[in-house]
């Protein structure tokens, strides 16, 4: 059975800072892997997919890899803002899916001005 | 980008009361659609996976009469809470995708806040 943890459950980080997300997998047969961003009380903003043959994604300030023999993620924010913080959540879809996706128990991000 | 679209956002309303959210895909057809649960600071549960035309298959310990969900066509789904109680109170989301965008992100609605007093 696919679980997807998330290190560290929270990171309060100062503005300005480069800082690393980690999203760790169980089961290496994914289809694709997909980081998303919460604010709190709202829905889901989706920022980086990447695909099982895909190594990293790259959007903005944001860099997303993927090293599935490993069962790892990271997600990458360049030049931390106060506008970034929120929860980072990570979901892995495996091969066999629905389209369903598994999901870590996210990062909540606070950048202090 | 696609849009879905959920409503409504907030909702409170009284015990034995039951109440419908709506999850709409703006501009693509969602042949498939997911309601999750989400508790105070936890990830989300899934409760139920809506295809199009057909019906849900809920999660283990999701009570399917409970939450009674609809999906009869391919831009609408719509969650029920059937008498609801104050346990039933938490934020809903849907997210819906389409067979031909298996590769693609699936996309959020906002949720729904439930109150149930």
Redesign the interface.
Same mark, same amino acid.
């Given at each position: 059975k696919q679980e997807v943890t998330q290190i560290p459950a929270a990171l309060s980080v100062p503005e300005g800072e480069n800082l690393v997300l980690n999203c760790s997998f169980t089961d290496s047969a994914i289809y694709n892997l997909q980081w998303f961003r919460q604010d709190p009380g709202k829905g889901l903003t989706s920022l980086l997919l990447i695909q099982s043959s895909q190594r990293e994604q790259t959007s903005g300030r944001l860099n997303a890899s993927l090293d599935k023999s490993s069962g790892r993620s990271t997600l990458y924010i360049a030049a931390s803002q106060p506008g970034d913080s929120a929860t980072y959540l990570c979901a892995v879809r495996n091969q066999d899916s629905n389209y369903q996706l598994i999901w870590g128990a996210g990062t909540k991000l606070i950048i202090k001005p | 980008g696609a849009v879905v679209s =959920?409503h409504p956002s907030w909702v409170i309303c009284k015990s034995g009361t039951s109440v419908k959210i709506e999850c709409r895909s703006l501009d693509f057809q969602a042949t $498939?659609m997911?309601w999750y649960r989400q508790f105070p600071k =936890? @990830?989300?549960m899934?409760m139920a $996976?809506s295809n199009e035309g057909s019906k849900a $298959?809920y999660e283990q310990g999701v009570e399917k009469d409970k939450f009674l969900i609809n999906h009869a066509s391919l831009t609408l789904s719509t969650l029920t809470v059937t008498s609801a109680h104050p346990e039933d109170s938490s934020?809903y989301?849907c @997210?819906a $995708?389409h067979a031909d965008r *298996?590769? =693609?992100? =699936?996309?959020? *609605?906002? *949720?729904t806040?439930l109150s149930i007093l």
């Open positions: - | =959920q $498939t997911f =936890q @990830s989300l899934l $996976t $298959t934020f989301i @997210s $995708t *298996g590769n =693609q992100p =699936q996309h959020f *609605g906002d *949720g806040r």
